[in-house]
């Protein structure tokens, strides 16, 4: 992978710019380029270099969402690619980001690499209530709940939802995997969840081994 082409994936996402982005992804993966090299050191850096504008005040909302739609789509185009051939199933996971944050794509990626191991993902989208999930783990009986969130706001949200899993009987044998930018493990062990995943890679690398041992 040249050096110039991810650049460019970077810099053309940074910009909101998706005729410059989606050729060069799919151009790259023709050329054998690793998916995950193209979504860490090309999508996710040039996320966090929008971050880091936002923060400066060089760049606003309409800016932040052109660079998350590129990013969307570039997702896309890389996800038949990061989902791997004939896994064995492994069991069921309803994920979603919390109450009050519209922040999805990290969710999504969670969502992506579990699939990619095997795992039945039903995926609740963003803003999602403490008693949407409580429906949904009754619904779907999984046996893993996931949460995301990116805002420091909304982390109390996790603490609750888990709490209202627990009023509705639901918590016994439910994992519960938090993670999300502003989230840490000792977050997670004050509230109560099971696992803290810093990536969407170490989520599903995780989830499958505690899958596997509960065989
Ligand atoms: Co906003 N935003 N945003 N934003 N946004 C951040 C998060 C922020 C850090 C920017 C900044 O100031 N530097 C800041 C939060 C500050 C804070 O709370 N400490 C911020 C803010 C302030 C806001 C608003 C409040 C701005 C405003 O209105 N004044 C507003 C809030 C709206 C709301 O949610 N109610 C807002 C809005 C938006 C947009 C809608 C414009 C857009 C989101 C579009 C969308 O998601 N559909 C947006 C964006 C794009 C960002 C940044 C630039 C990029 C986020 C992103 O997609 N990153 C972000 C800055 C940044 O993150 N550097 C920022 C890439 C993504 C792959 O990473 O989601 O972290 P991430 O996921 C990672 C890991 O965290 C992990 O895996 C992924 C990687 O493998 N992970 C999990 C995530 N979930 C997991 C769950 C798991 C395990 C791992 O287990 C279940």
Known sequence: MSAERLEAIRSGTVAGQPDT???????ALADGVPPGVLLQDGLIAAMDEVGRRFEQGDCYIPEMLLSARVMKAAVDVLRPHLLEAQVEPLGRIVIGT????????????????LEGVGF??????SNVRPARFVEAVQTHQPGFVGFSTLLT???????????????????????????????????????????????????AQQLREIARARR
């Open 21 to 27: 982005v989606l050729p060069l992804v799919r151009e």
């Open 153 to 203: 706001t909304t982390m109390p949200s996790m603490g609750r939802t888990i709490a209202a899993l627990g009023e509705a009987g639901l918590r016994a044998g439910l994992r519960v995997v938090i993670g999300g930018a502003p989230v840490t493990a000792r977050f997670a062990r004050e509230i109560g969840a099971d696992c803290y995943a810093a990536t969407a890679i170490e989520a």
């Open 120 to 125: 039945e993902v039903i995926d609740l989208g």
């Open 98 to 113: 919390m109450e009050g944050d519209l922040h999805d794509i990290g969710k999504n990626l969670v969502g992506i690499m």
